[in-house]
């Protein structure tokens, strides 16, 4: 059973290596073009900040949310402002959802609603905590600063990105699979990720995990049906990537940023739940 079990792991994770491979040379592609001019309009939004972030963060860029904490950190753009970038922010789930072919259709309504979220929340976070904003820095100083490798080959970066996740994938694949094959579909699926309510709560926890295998994760158990929309989106709403641990090495006020944390987490429950009272799937 073990061996059939690693064996089953090995060829589905396989098979998504072609997808990973050309999507993350696409994003790299983006990256590399896009990442500093999204950057500066986003620094210039003024008050439509939670607007521009909230659209921005549905493009696909890993450095995005990274890119966010420094002009926060500068006070270059509003609190509501890098909350709409972390919530619209897809990490890992838009190239796990484009490997397991789901349909265009609905990969963009859910993008579109992870950046309604933010907008939301964003405006709404900034009508009452309104932070002044100090100097602009220059984008270009955050690059360097943070060695995000905006300069560096598409295809290095492809390539190491299409093997770490393609590694996070074998592992919780295998994980699940073994999951199934030992304990039963009926016991995993009715797990308590599976419960309604607490699903959410624990998803959003997960989702603080400043790591891709947090997205990588939550997005293979929503589409293996083993936990809620609502629950998935709670998680994925709260991931912002490496963006949260960026935040606490370049803003030096401790308190706030638990703060920030703490008011992310609640965002995405509370959005979480309320999906699974009105019963809205995606």
Request: net charge neutral; charged share 15%; proline share 2%.
């Amino acid at each position: 059973m073990v061996w059939d079990v690693v064996w089953d792991t090995s060829l589905d994770s396989l098979k998504l290596l072609p997808f990973l491979f050309v999507t993350y040379l696409a994003l790299e592609f983006l990256e590399h073009k896009m990442g500093e001019k999204t950057a500066g309009w986003i620094a210039r939004a003024g008050k439509l900040g939670p607007l521009y972030g909230g659209l921005c963060g549905m493009i696909p860029q890993c450095g995005f949310s990274a890119a966010a904490s420094n002009l926060y950190a500068g006070r270059v753009i509003t609190l509501g402002t890098l909350l709409a970038v972390f919530l619209s922010t897809s990490d890992e789930m838009l190239p796990i959802f484009l490997s397991q072919q789901v349909a265009v259709g609905r990969i963009l309504k859910i993008l579109l609603f992870k950046a309604v979220v933010g907008i939301f929340w964003g405006f709404l976070l900034d009508g009452v905590w309104m932070r002044k904003r100090k100097e602009p820095l220059k984008i270009a100083e955050f690059c360097e600063n943070e060695n995000c490798g905006c300069h560096e080959s598409i295809w290095k970066g492809a390539f190491w990105h299409t093997v770490q996740v393609f590694i996070f994938i074998f592992l919780i694949t295998l994980v699940l699979n073994g999951l199934l094959a030992f304990l039963g579909e009926d016991v995993f699926a009715h797990g308590i990720l599976a419960k309604p309510g607490i699903g959410v709560f624990l998803a959003g926890l997960v989702g603080l995990i400043p790591n891709c295998g947090a997205s990588v994760a939550l997005t293979q158990l929503y589409l293996d049906g083993l936990i809620t929309f609502g629950a998935a989106m709670a998680g994925l709403l709260v991931g912002a990537g490496v963006g949260l641990l960026v935040l606490f090495r370049v803003n030096h006020r401790g308190k706030e940023n638990l703060q920030i944390v703490g008011i992310l987490y609640t965002m995405g429950v509370v959005t979480g739940l309320i999906l699974e009272q009105m019963g809205i799937v995606l």
